[in-house]
């Protein structure tokens, strides 16, 4: 039976992911801040979580998806304008949004074979696409999520060297109907959590080692850094 840990398995996406993919025969395991007490802008807390995995693992993860994030912070709304724009919201955004992934990766490296194909998938956005974006504003958010490509495409290259069959990727899940963006929606066309699960799995089952440091959305079209 193949692993799978979802990290923000309480949120709309992950839980749904996790659902997908239970119904597809893997194992779960799963971790968040609401159920768990998971904190991924904290180091120890992660490190604290994680460890409490091995002992009661059968084997290494096949497929790590890290749907942790969130795109209001503090009743910071997304900004229309750079006048908007505070350090604290680029601060939050960041942690969460960029450093919390980087670092359930850095300690989730013990937890991915080496000697059989394994997927890691973080949850991007397109607007986090440099090259994608033609509307400006939502500063502190799209930010994050740039980092947070960075940072996945230069642990592609670090990890192709000691796992070779290991796809790292990032992933945009399109516009999902959850409370994560229900004021946000307006007139732009959403689908419910349970399709986005559907088609973010068949992505990640689609995608091979060559492809890995690479940023895709829930069709598998490569999107623009």
Request: a neutral charge; aromatic letters at 6%.
């Amino acid at each position: 039976m193949k692993q799978a840990l979802i990290i923000g398995n309480s949120g709309g996406i992950g839980h749904a992911v996790q659902g997908e993919l239970q119904a597809r025969g893997y194992g779960v395991t799963g971790l968040s801040r609401r159920e768990h007490g998971l904190d991924v802008t904290q180091e120890s807390s992660i490190i604290r979580h994680l460890d409490g995995l091995i002992d009661g693992l059968t084997g290494p993860f096949d497929l790590v998806f890290v749907a942790s994030g969130a795109l209001e912070i503090a009743g910071a709304a997304p900004e229309k304008t750079l006048q908007s724009l505070t350090p604290s919201a680029l601060i939050d955004q960041f942690a969460l949004n960029a450093m919390g992934p980087a670092l359930v990766l850095k300690h989730v490296v013990p937890l991915l074979p080496k000697s059989r194909p394994a997927v890691f998938a973080a949850l991007s956005a397109r607007v986090g696409s440099i090259g994608d974006n033609r509307l400006g504003g939502w500063y502190s958010y799209r930010t994050s999520k740039a980092a947070l490509n960075q940072l996945m495409h230069g642990a592609a290259v670090e990890l192709a060297r000691t796992h070779k069959q290991l796809c790292l990727v990032c992933l945009h899940p399109g516009t999902v109907a959850t409370s994560f963006t229900e004021k946000y929606l307006g007139r732009h066309p959403a689908v419910g959590p349970g399709e986005a699960a559907r088609n973010l799995v068949d992505v990640m089952e689609q995608l091979s080692p060559d492809q890995t440091g690479r940023f895709f959305d829930y069709a598998g079209q490569e999107i623009p850094w």
